[in-house]
């Protein structure tokens, strides 16, 4: 079946914009993740939502990150008035519960460049 | 503050013999430890697994070890594989669902 599916693949964007990143978990997983992993380092965790909630909300660095999932299935983490420091890739997983005993699947991520 | 640590950035090793990551660990909350692989362009895919009950785990040519007193966990590739050439994660987590990650081990097999 289709794993998890992040869009677009590569974003490049000027300081100060405003930026959508898409992902599409896995068919009837109903716990979603959102990770930022930069360049030499491993991702770290940001939210977490189990159905369309967010559960842990924990990781976020500020207010000028903000993520969604309204209908329990597609998620867009969304940043606001972006800075070069907010360049990494963006990683999607989703899991069949929210336990860290279940495994969870990663999309291939979110490139995003904040020239 | 990291509270996985991968300390070694890359391991090389010969196609056909054993390949070693070590990862350790300062929470000693954490009860269940993932190791995830990753090849260039693509996201992080599930390897194998240990619970905090268990000290081995094999699936395999990988074999997981955990030493709870050490907080230290290692995961072994007998015989490595060309294949196998890519970033290890090791990660981390108490009894949820946020995973604590290390910063990966780059292994390249030589042929």
């Known amino acids: 079946g289709a794993g998890v599916s992040q869009t677009p693949s590569n974003k490049v964007t000027e300081k100060g914009k405003y930026v959508e990143l898409r992902c599409d978990p896995i068919s009837g997983h109903t716990a979603l993740y959102w990770y930022r992993q930069s360049l030499g380092q491993g991702p770290e965790f940001l939210i977490y939502f189990q159905g369309t909630g967010a559960a842990d909300d924990s990781g976020l660095p500020n207010d000028r990150f903000f993520a969604v999932r309204p209908e329990g299935s597609v998620s867009t983490l969304k940043i606001q008035r972006t800075e070069r420091g907010d360049s990494a890739v963006y990683l999607c997983?989703?899991?069949?519960?929210?336990?860290?005993?279940?495994?969870?699947?990663f999309g291939p991520g979110t490139r995003l460049t904040v020239l | 503050d990291q509270q996985v640590k991968q300390n070694s950035p890359s391991l090389s090793v010969q196609e056909g013999r054993i390949s070693i990551l070590n990862c350790d660990y300062t929470?000693?909350?954490?009860?269940?430890f993932l190791w995830y692989k990753k090849y260039p362009a693509e996201g992080p895919t599930f390897l194998i697994s240990i619970s905090s009950i268990k000290d081995k785990n094999e699936d395999g040519r990988f074999t997981v070890f955990l030493n709870k007193s050490a907080k230290h966990l290692s995961l072994h590739i007998v015989p490595s594989q060309p294949g196998d050439s890519a970033v290890y994660f090791c990660?981390?987590?108490?009894?949820?669902?946020?995973?604590?990650f290390g910063a990966g081990t780059t292994v390249t097999v030589r042929a």
């Open positions: 929470n000693s909350m954490f009860d269940y």
């Open positions: 990660a981390a987590s108490v009894s949820d669902y946020k995973l604590s």
């Open positions: 997983a989703s899991s069949l519960r929210e336990t860290g005993r279940n495994e969870q699947f």
